[in-house]
């Protein structure tokens, strides 16, 4: 006799494994990446902002610094895409960011002559640059009481109340809706183009039937000369390389090593120049100070600011040569074609 009432699991011999499902990656757009950098660097301005009020870690004010410059490569890079309130314009935000950069800069000026130049010139000299770091410290406690009145103001208030605001409800223009790796080309290339054509790549060459020529023979003199010259064109370059690589950065988890040795080399360029800028303010301001050409009161000051620079040029050369290659825009220009 046949029997019908089998146990269940007889009835099935073999176990189906369980179904997978393809899950498709989410695709990000160019307002998504737009949200992402401007809540981030906002979020870095604001956890300094204390601090910096406090007036207790000179790093922290560095870090806010650094956070609204960063925070206006981003509005002013997703313009195109995200729609941000009045008062988080890029205009407003550099006036905030001029502010904090004064007191930076003279906190650069204090360590760089306490840490770095004063125990190595003669006591002749420590005399005088006493002088000018007690003109410093009262410069300094102006520039916070400056900082500190900014950071109370009803501008400084609407950018965070706006910003806030903006993050809880964004706002975008259609463009935002477009894939990133679509659009980002378009979006780096501005900022590349300008950063290649700018005239200081020229500083200190020679065109000869059309062949661009940079002197080898150098020396500490020569680096003085171009220097009192083009310290302001060098200075801008600074300035356009920094907003470059800051921008850039928001994007290396789109492409791969090339990418990266290229903001790495950007980064180089900025903080050379940006060595050599300050050398060259410390040199003006001690004029202004001390009333006389440093050469004559601060002797051995002049010589090691000579030698810093033209060690500083040395280091320069070199990517400025490899930068007024073809060859190198070329490549350049390709890696950022081709996100991974």
């Given at each position: 006799m046949i029997?019908?009432?089998?146990?269940?699991?007889?009835?099935?011999?073999?176990?189906?494994?369980?179904?997978?499902?393809?899950?498709?990656?989410?695709?990000k757009?160019?307002g998504?990446?737009?949200?992402e950098a401007?809540?981030k660097?906002?979020?870095?301005?604001?956890?300094?902002?204390?601090?910096?009020?406090k007036?207790k870690?000179p790093?922290a004010?560095h870090?806010?610094?650094?956070g609204?410059?960063?925070?206006?490569?981003?509005?002013?890079?997703?313009?195109?895409?995200?729609?941000?309130?009045?008062?988080?314009?890029n205009?407003?935000?550099?006036?905030?960011?001029?502010?904090?950069g004064?007191?930076?800069d003279?906190?650069?000026?204090?360590?760089?002559?306490k840490?770095?130049y004063?125990?190595?010139?003669?006591?002749?000299?420590?005399?005088?640059?006493?002088?000018?770091?007690?003109?410093?410290?009262?410069?300094?406690?102006?520039?916070?009481?400056y900082?500190r009145?900014?950071?109370?103001?009803e501008?400084?208030?609407?950018?965070k109340?706006g910003?806030?605001?903006?993050?809880?409800?964004?706002?975008?223009?259609?463009l935002?809706?477009?894939?990133?790796?679509?659009?980002?080309?378009?979006?780096?290339?501005?900022?590349?183009?300008?950063?290649?054509?700018?005239?200081?790549?020229?500083?200190?060459?020679?065109?000869?039937?059309?062949?661009?020529?940079?002197?080898?023979?150098w020396?500490?003199?020569?680096?003085?000369?171009?220097?009192?010259?083009?310290?302001?064109?060098?200075?801008?370059?600074?300035k356009?390389a920094?907003?470059?690589?800051?921008?850039?950065?928001?994007?290396?988890?789109?492409y791969?090593?090339?990418?990266?040795?290229y903001?790495?080399?950007?980064?180089?360029?900025?903080?050379?120049?940006?060595?050599?800028?300050?050398s060259?303010v410390?040199g003006e301001w001690?004029?202004?100070?001390?009333?006389?050409?440093?050469?004559?009161?601060?002797?051995?000051l002049?010589?090691?600011?000579?030698?810093?620079?033209?060690?500083?040029?040395?280091?320069?050369?070199?990517?400025?040569?490899?930068?007024?290659?073809?060859?190198?825009?070329?490549?350049?220009?390709?890696?950022?074609?081709?996100?991974?």
């Amino acid at each position: 006799m046949i029997r019908l009432h089998h146990k269940i699991e007889n009835s099935y011999p073999f176990i189906l494994p369980p179904m997978t499902l393809a899950v498709q990656p989410t695709i990000k757009t160019l307002g998504d990446y737009g949200y992402e950098a401007v809540q981030k660097h906002f979020k870095k301005t604001l956890k300094w902002e204390t601090t910096v009020k406090k007036d207790k870690d000179p790093e922290a004010l560095h870090q806010m610094r650094v956070g609204m410059r960063r925070l206006r490569t981003a509005v002013s890079g997703f313009a195109q895409a995200i729609v941000l309130p009045k008062s988080a314009s890029n205009k407003n935000i550099g006036k905030i960011a001029r502010r904090l950069g004064v007191l930076r800069d003279l906190d650069v000026l204090q360590e760089t002559l306490k840490n770095i130049y004063y125990p190595h010139v003669p006591s002749k000299e420590q005399k005088y640059l006493q002088t000018a770091l007690d003109v410093l410290s009262k410069q300094r406690k102006d520039a916070l009481v400056y900082v500190r009145s900014t950071l109370k103001e009803e501008r400084y208030k609407s950018l965070k109340n706006g910003l806030k605001d903006w993050l809880e409800k964004p706002k975008y223009y259609p463009l935002a809706s477009l894939p990133m790796q679509e659009v980002l080309p378009d979006l780096l290339f501005p900022q590349v183009s300008n950063f290649l054509l700018h005239p200081a790549w020229l500083v200190g060459t020679k065109i000869e039937d059309k062949q661009i020529l940079i002197p080898t023979d150098w020396k500490a003199e020569d680096v003085k000369q171009q220097l009192t010259t083009n310290a302001e064109v060098l200075h801008s370059l600074r300035k356009q390389a920094k907003g470059l690589r800051y921008q850039m950065e928001l994007f290396t988890d789109l492409y791969g090593e090339s990418y990266t040795a290229y903001v790495a080399e950007v980064k180089s360029i900025q903080q050379i120049l940006g060595s050599l800028q300050d050398s060259v303010v410390l040199g003006e301001w001690l004029v202004n100070v001390l009333k006389s050409d440093i050469d004559a009161k601060l002797p051995t000051l002049a010589t090691l600011l000579a030698k810093n620079r033209y060690q500083l040029w040395q280091q320069w050369r070199p990517l400025q040569e490899r930068y007024l290659q073809g060859e190198t825009r070329k490549s350049l220009h390709l890696t950022i074609l081709q996100p991974d």
